[in-house]
C-alpha cells in the first residue's frame, strides 16, 4: 500500500512547476499556472513506465481529485502485477471533447429526431441551465462527483426535473463513449446504480389532478366532439386512449400502425424514461404501445391527410410543425366541465375500478404507470398490449353512452 504525502488541500493550491509525489509512484505533474496533469511511474522488469492518467483539478480548473487519481494508479499497479503493464492503451482522440460538444453533437444529430424543434430547444436549455458546470469540462474527466455537484442543487426542491437531467447525462455520456470520446471501457459517471447511493432519497411529490366524475363523462364527450377545434379532437383523443396531455399533443402520423391498430409513444415523450430489470439493473424503458379502439381509428382517418407524411403532427397547433399549446386540451376541457386533461386518466381508472371486472395491471399498463413492489416485479411494465384492446374498446364505448 502507497505510503500517502498530498493531501486534497496541497492539490488545491498554486504549485510553482514541477513534480509533486503522493507516494507509490503517483505525481502531481505541474507545468503552469492552469496546467497540471496526474502521472503514475512505475518499473517493471526493469523498464521505467511513465503513465499520464488525466488532467489534475486545480485551483479554478476541473479535473481529476487527488483521490481519483490514486484509484487510478492502483488500477495502474494492478496492471503491473498482472503483466499488462505495457499492453497497448485504449485509443481515445488526441484532442478532448468537451461536454457542450458532445451534447450538441448527440441533441442534433440523435435526439432531434424524436422529439419536436420546441422540445428539442427546452431540453437543451434545460441541460445548459442545470449542468453548467459541465459544459466546458472534457468528458473524459467527468466523474460522478461532477455529476453529483450538478444534481444536488436541485434534486430536493425539482426532483422531477433532476431525475429527468440525470438521465440526460447519462445518455449524453453514453453517446460519448460510443463515439470513442470516451475509453470504452470508463464508467458512466451518471450512472444511476452508482449515483443513487451518493443522492439522498426523496419521496416524490403526488400531483393530483381534478377528474371530472366518469359518470358525466358520455354527456362532455358529446359536447366535446360537437366542437370543430384541434384540441378538442386532441382531448377526445387523448380521453379515449387514457393518455398524458404530452403524450397526445406530440403524436405523428408514423407513430400509428393502421393494420394492428396500435399507436406506439416514443419513450422520450413518457413520464417514466426507465424501469428496473428483473436482474435490479436500470434500464431504458420500452416505448408504450396503445390498442386503438374502433372510435379512435376513426377519429384518426377523420383527421389524418391523405397526403400526411411520417413526420407531420397530428394535432398542430397554430403555427406549422409546433403542436397546440400545453393547456389548450385543459382549456377546452374546463368550458365544458370541471377538470383537467391529465385527470381524465383518473376517471378511466375509477371507471375500471367500479365499472368493470378487468384486472387493474390493465388499467395500470394502460396508464404506462410501473408496478414498484417486489411481489410484481414480474409484470413490470409489461405490455398487455392484446390483453388491453377489449378494456380500452369497452371504455371507448362507455364513453359513447354504450
Known sequence: MALHTLKPADVMKTLDPGRYSDG?????????????SWIVILHDKGKRHELSIGPAVGPGKAGMSLVEARDAAEGKRRLRTAGQLGAPPVVVPIE?????????????NVYAKEVTPK???????????????LLKMDVR????THIVGVLEPVWHSTNRTARDLRFRLETILNYARAKDYIAADAPNAADWSVLQHLLPDVT???EHHDAVPYAELPAVMRTIRSKNQV???ALEFATLCAVRPTECRGARVREIDFVKNTWTVPVARLKVKEIIDK??????????????SRQAIRLLKNIIPNDAEPDDLIFEGEKAGQMIGHNAMTHTLQRVADGTAHGMRASFSTWRAEQTKYDYRLSEAALAHVFKSETEKAYDRSPYVEQRRPLMQDWADYLDGV
Open 279 to 292: 436482474n435490479g439493473k436500470t434500464i431504458k424503458a420500452p416505448d408504450h404501445i396503445v390498442p386503438l
Open 119 to 133: 422540445t428539442l430547444g427546452d431540453e437543451k436549455s434545460s441541460v445548459e441551465r442545470h449542468a453548467a458546470k
Open 24 to 36: 507509490g509512484g503517483l505525481f502531481l505533474h505541474v507545468r503552469s499556472a492552469t496546467a497540471r
Open 204 to 206: 416524490p411529490v403526488v
Open 141 to 144: 474527466v467527468i466523474t460522478k
Open 96 to 108: 478532448g471533447r468537451s461536454f457542450e460538444q458532445v451534447a450538441n453533437e448527440w441533441f442534433d
Open 231 to 233: 384540441a378538442a379532437r
